[in-house]
């Protein structure tokens, strides 16, 4: 009886130190994998966009996104001064990894459409932690190293199922909008820890200028 209690106390200790180390893997590692992995691919955007200068004439006729890729860089200053995070193109577990990514099949950035992000809420970076946060009226900018476009927030968060994709339709559900337009949707999990729903905010497109004029307003302090 000695020997099985014995056993018994030695696997719960097992159990629980690996679980101690799973909860640290999620809240710290992953972190610290997911803020290298950003700050990697916004370097590697800038030095691009650096080196880029391209014709007018080819701009007027712009590629494809890139699976996994990134192409512009996102700045919402309700969610801190220092908050911006690089989308990359599609929300597969990878790319979700390395910052905030495009639904394939929604709008080009500033496009006719809906524009429509996916982030997670915890782990990997947390990039979109303090979603309940924002609020109508915020602004969502974001470059793409030629154009700055700010779009401003008009509904959310909006509470829904993982199952209602309509949210992310060229026209979105229950979204308040009644006819084409150039708009934003960010998603992210809800709750926080969870996966069991999906908080939604929907923006349109409310300026745009040349990255050269200097910062939009909204990130000037």
């Known amino acids: 009886m000695r020997v099985i209690v014995r056993t018994v106390s030695e696997l719960c200790i097992t159990v629980g130190t690996l679980i101690v180390l799973f909860v640290a893997y999620l809240l710290f590692w992953t972190g610290v994998q997911a803020d290298r992995a950003m700050g990697d691919e916004i370097r590697a955007l800038r030095q691009h966009w650096a080196q880029r200068g391209t014709p007018p004439a080819e701009r007027s006729a712009p590629k494809a996104y890139e699976p996994g890729e990134p192409f512009a860089v996102m700045y919402i200053p309700r969610l801190g001064a220092a908050w911006h995070k690089p989308v990359l193109e599609g929300t597969g577990a990878g790319t979700l990894k390395k910052g ?44 793409d190293g030629t154009t700055w476009y700010t779009y401003r927030i008009d509904k ?24 084409p337009g150039r708009y934003l949707t960010l998603t992210t999990c809800d709750p926080e820890w969870g996966h069991s729903h999906r908080l939604i905010v929907w923006a349109h ?10 910062q939009p307003k909204a990130l000037r302090r």
């Open 205 to 214: 497109l409310d300026a745009t200028q040349p990255v050269d004029t200097g």
């Open 100 to 143: 905030l990514g495009h639904y394939a099949r929604t709008a080009r950035l500033g496009g006719t459409g809906n524009f429509a992000v996916a982030g997670h809420r915890r782990t990997h970076g947390d990039p979109f932690k303090d979603f309940p946060r924002l609020r109508p009226g915020d602004a969502v900018v974001l470059t």
């Open 156 to 179: 959310g968060p909006y509470k829904t199922v993982p199952t209602d994709i309509a949210v992310i339709d060229p026209v979105p559900r229950t979204s308040g909008y009644a006819r």
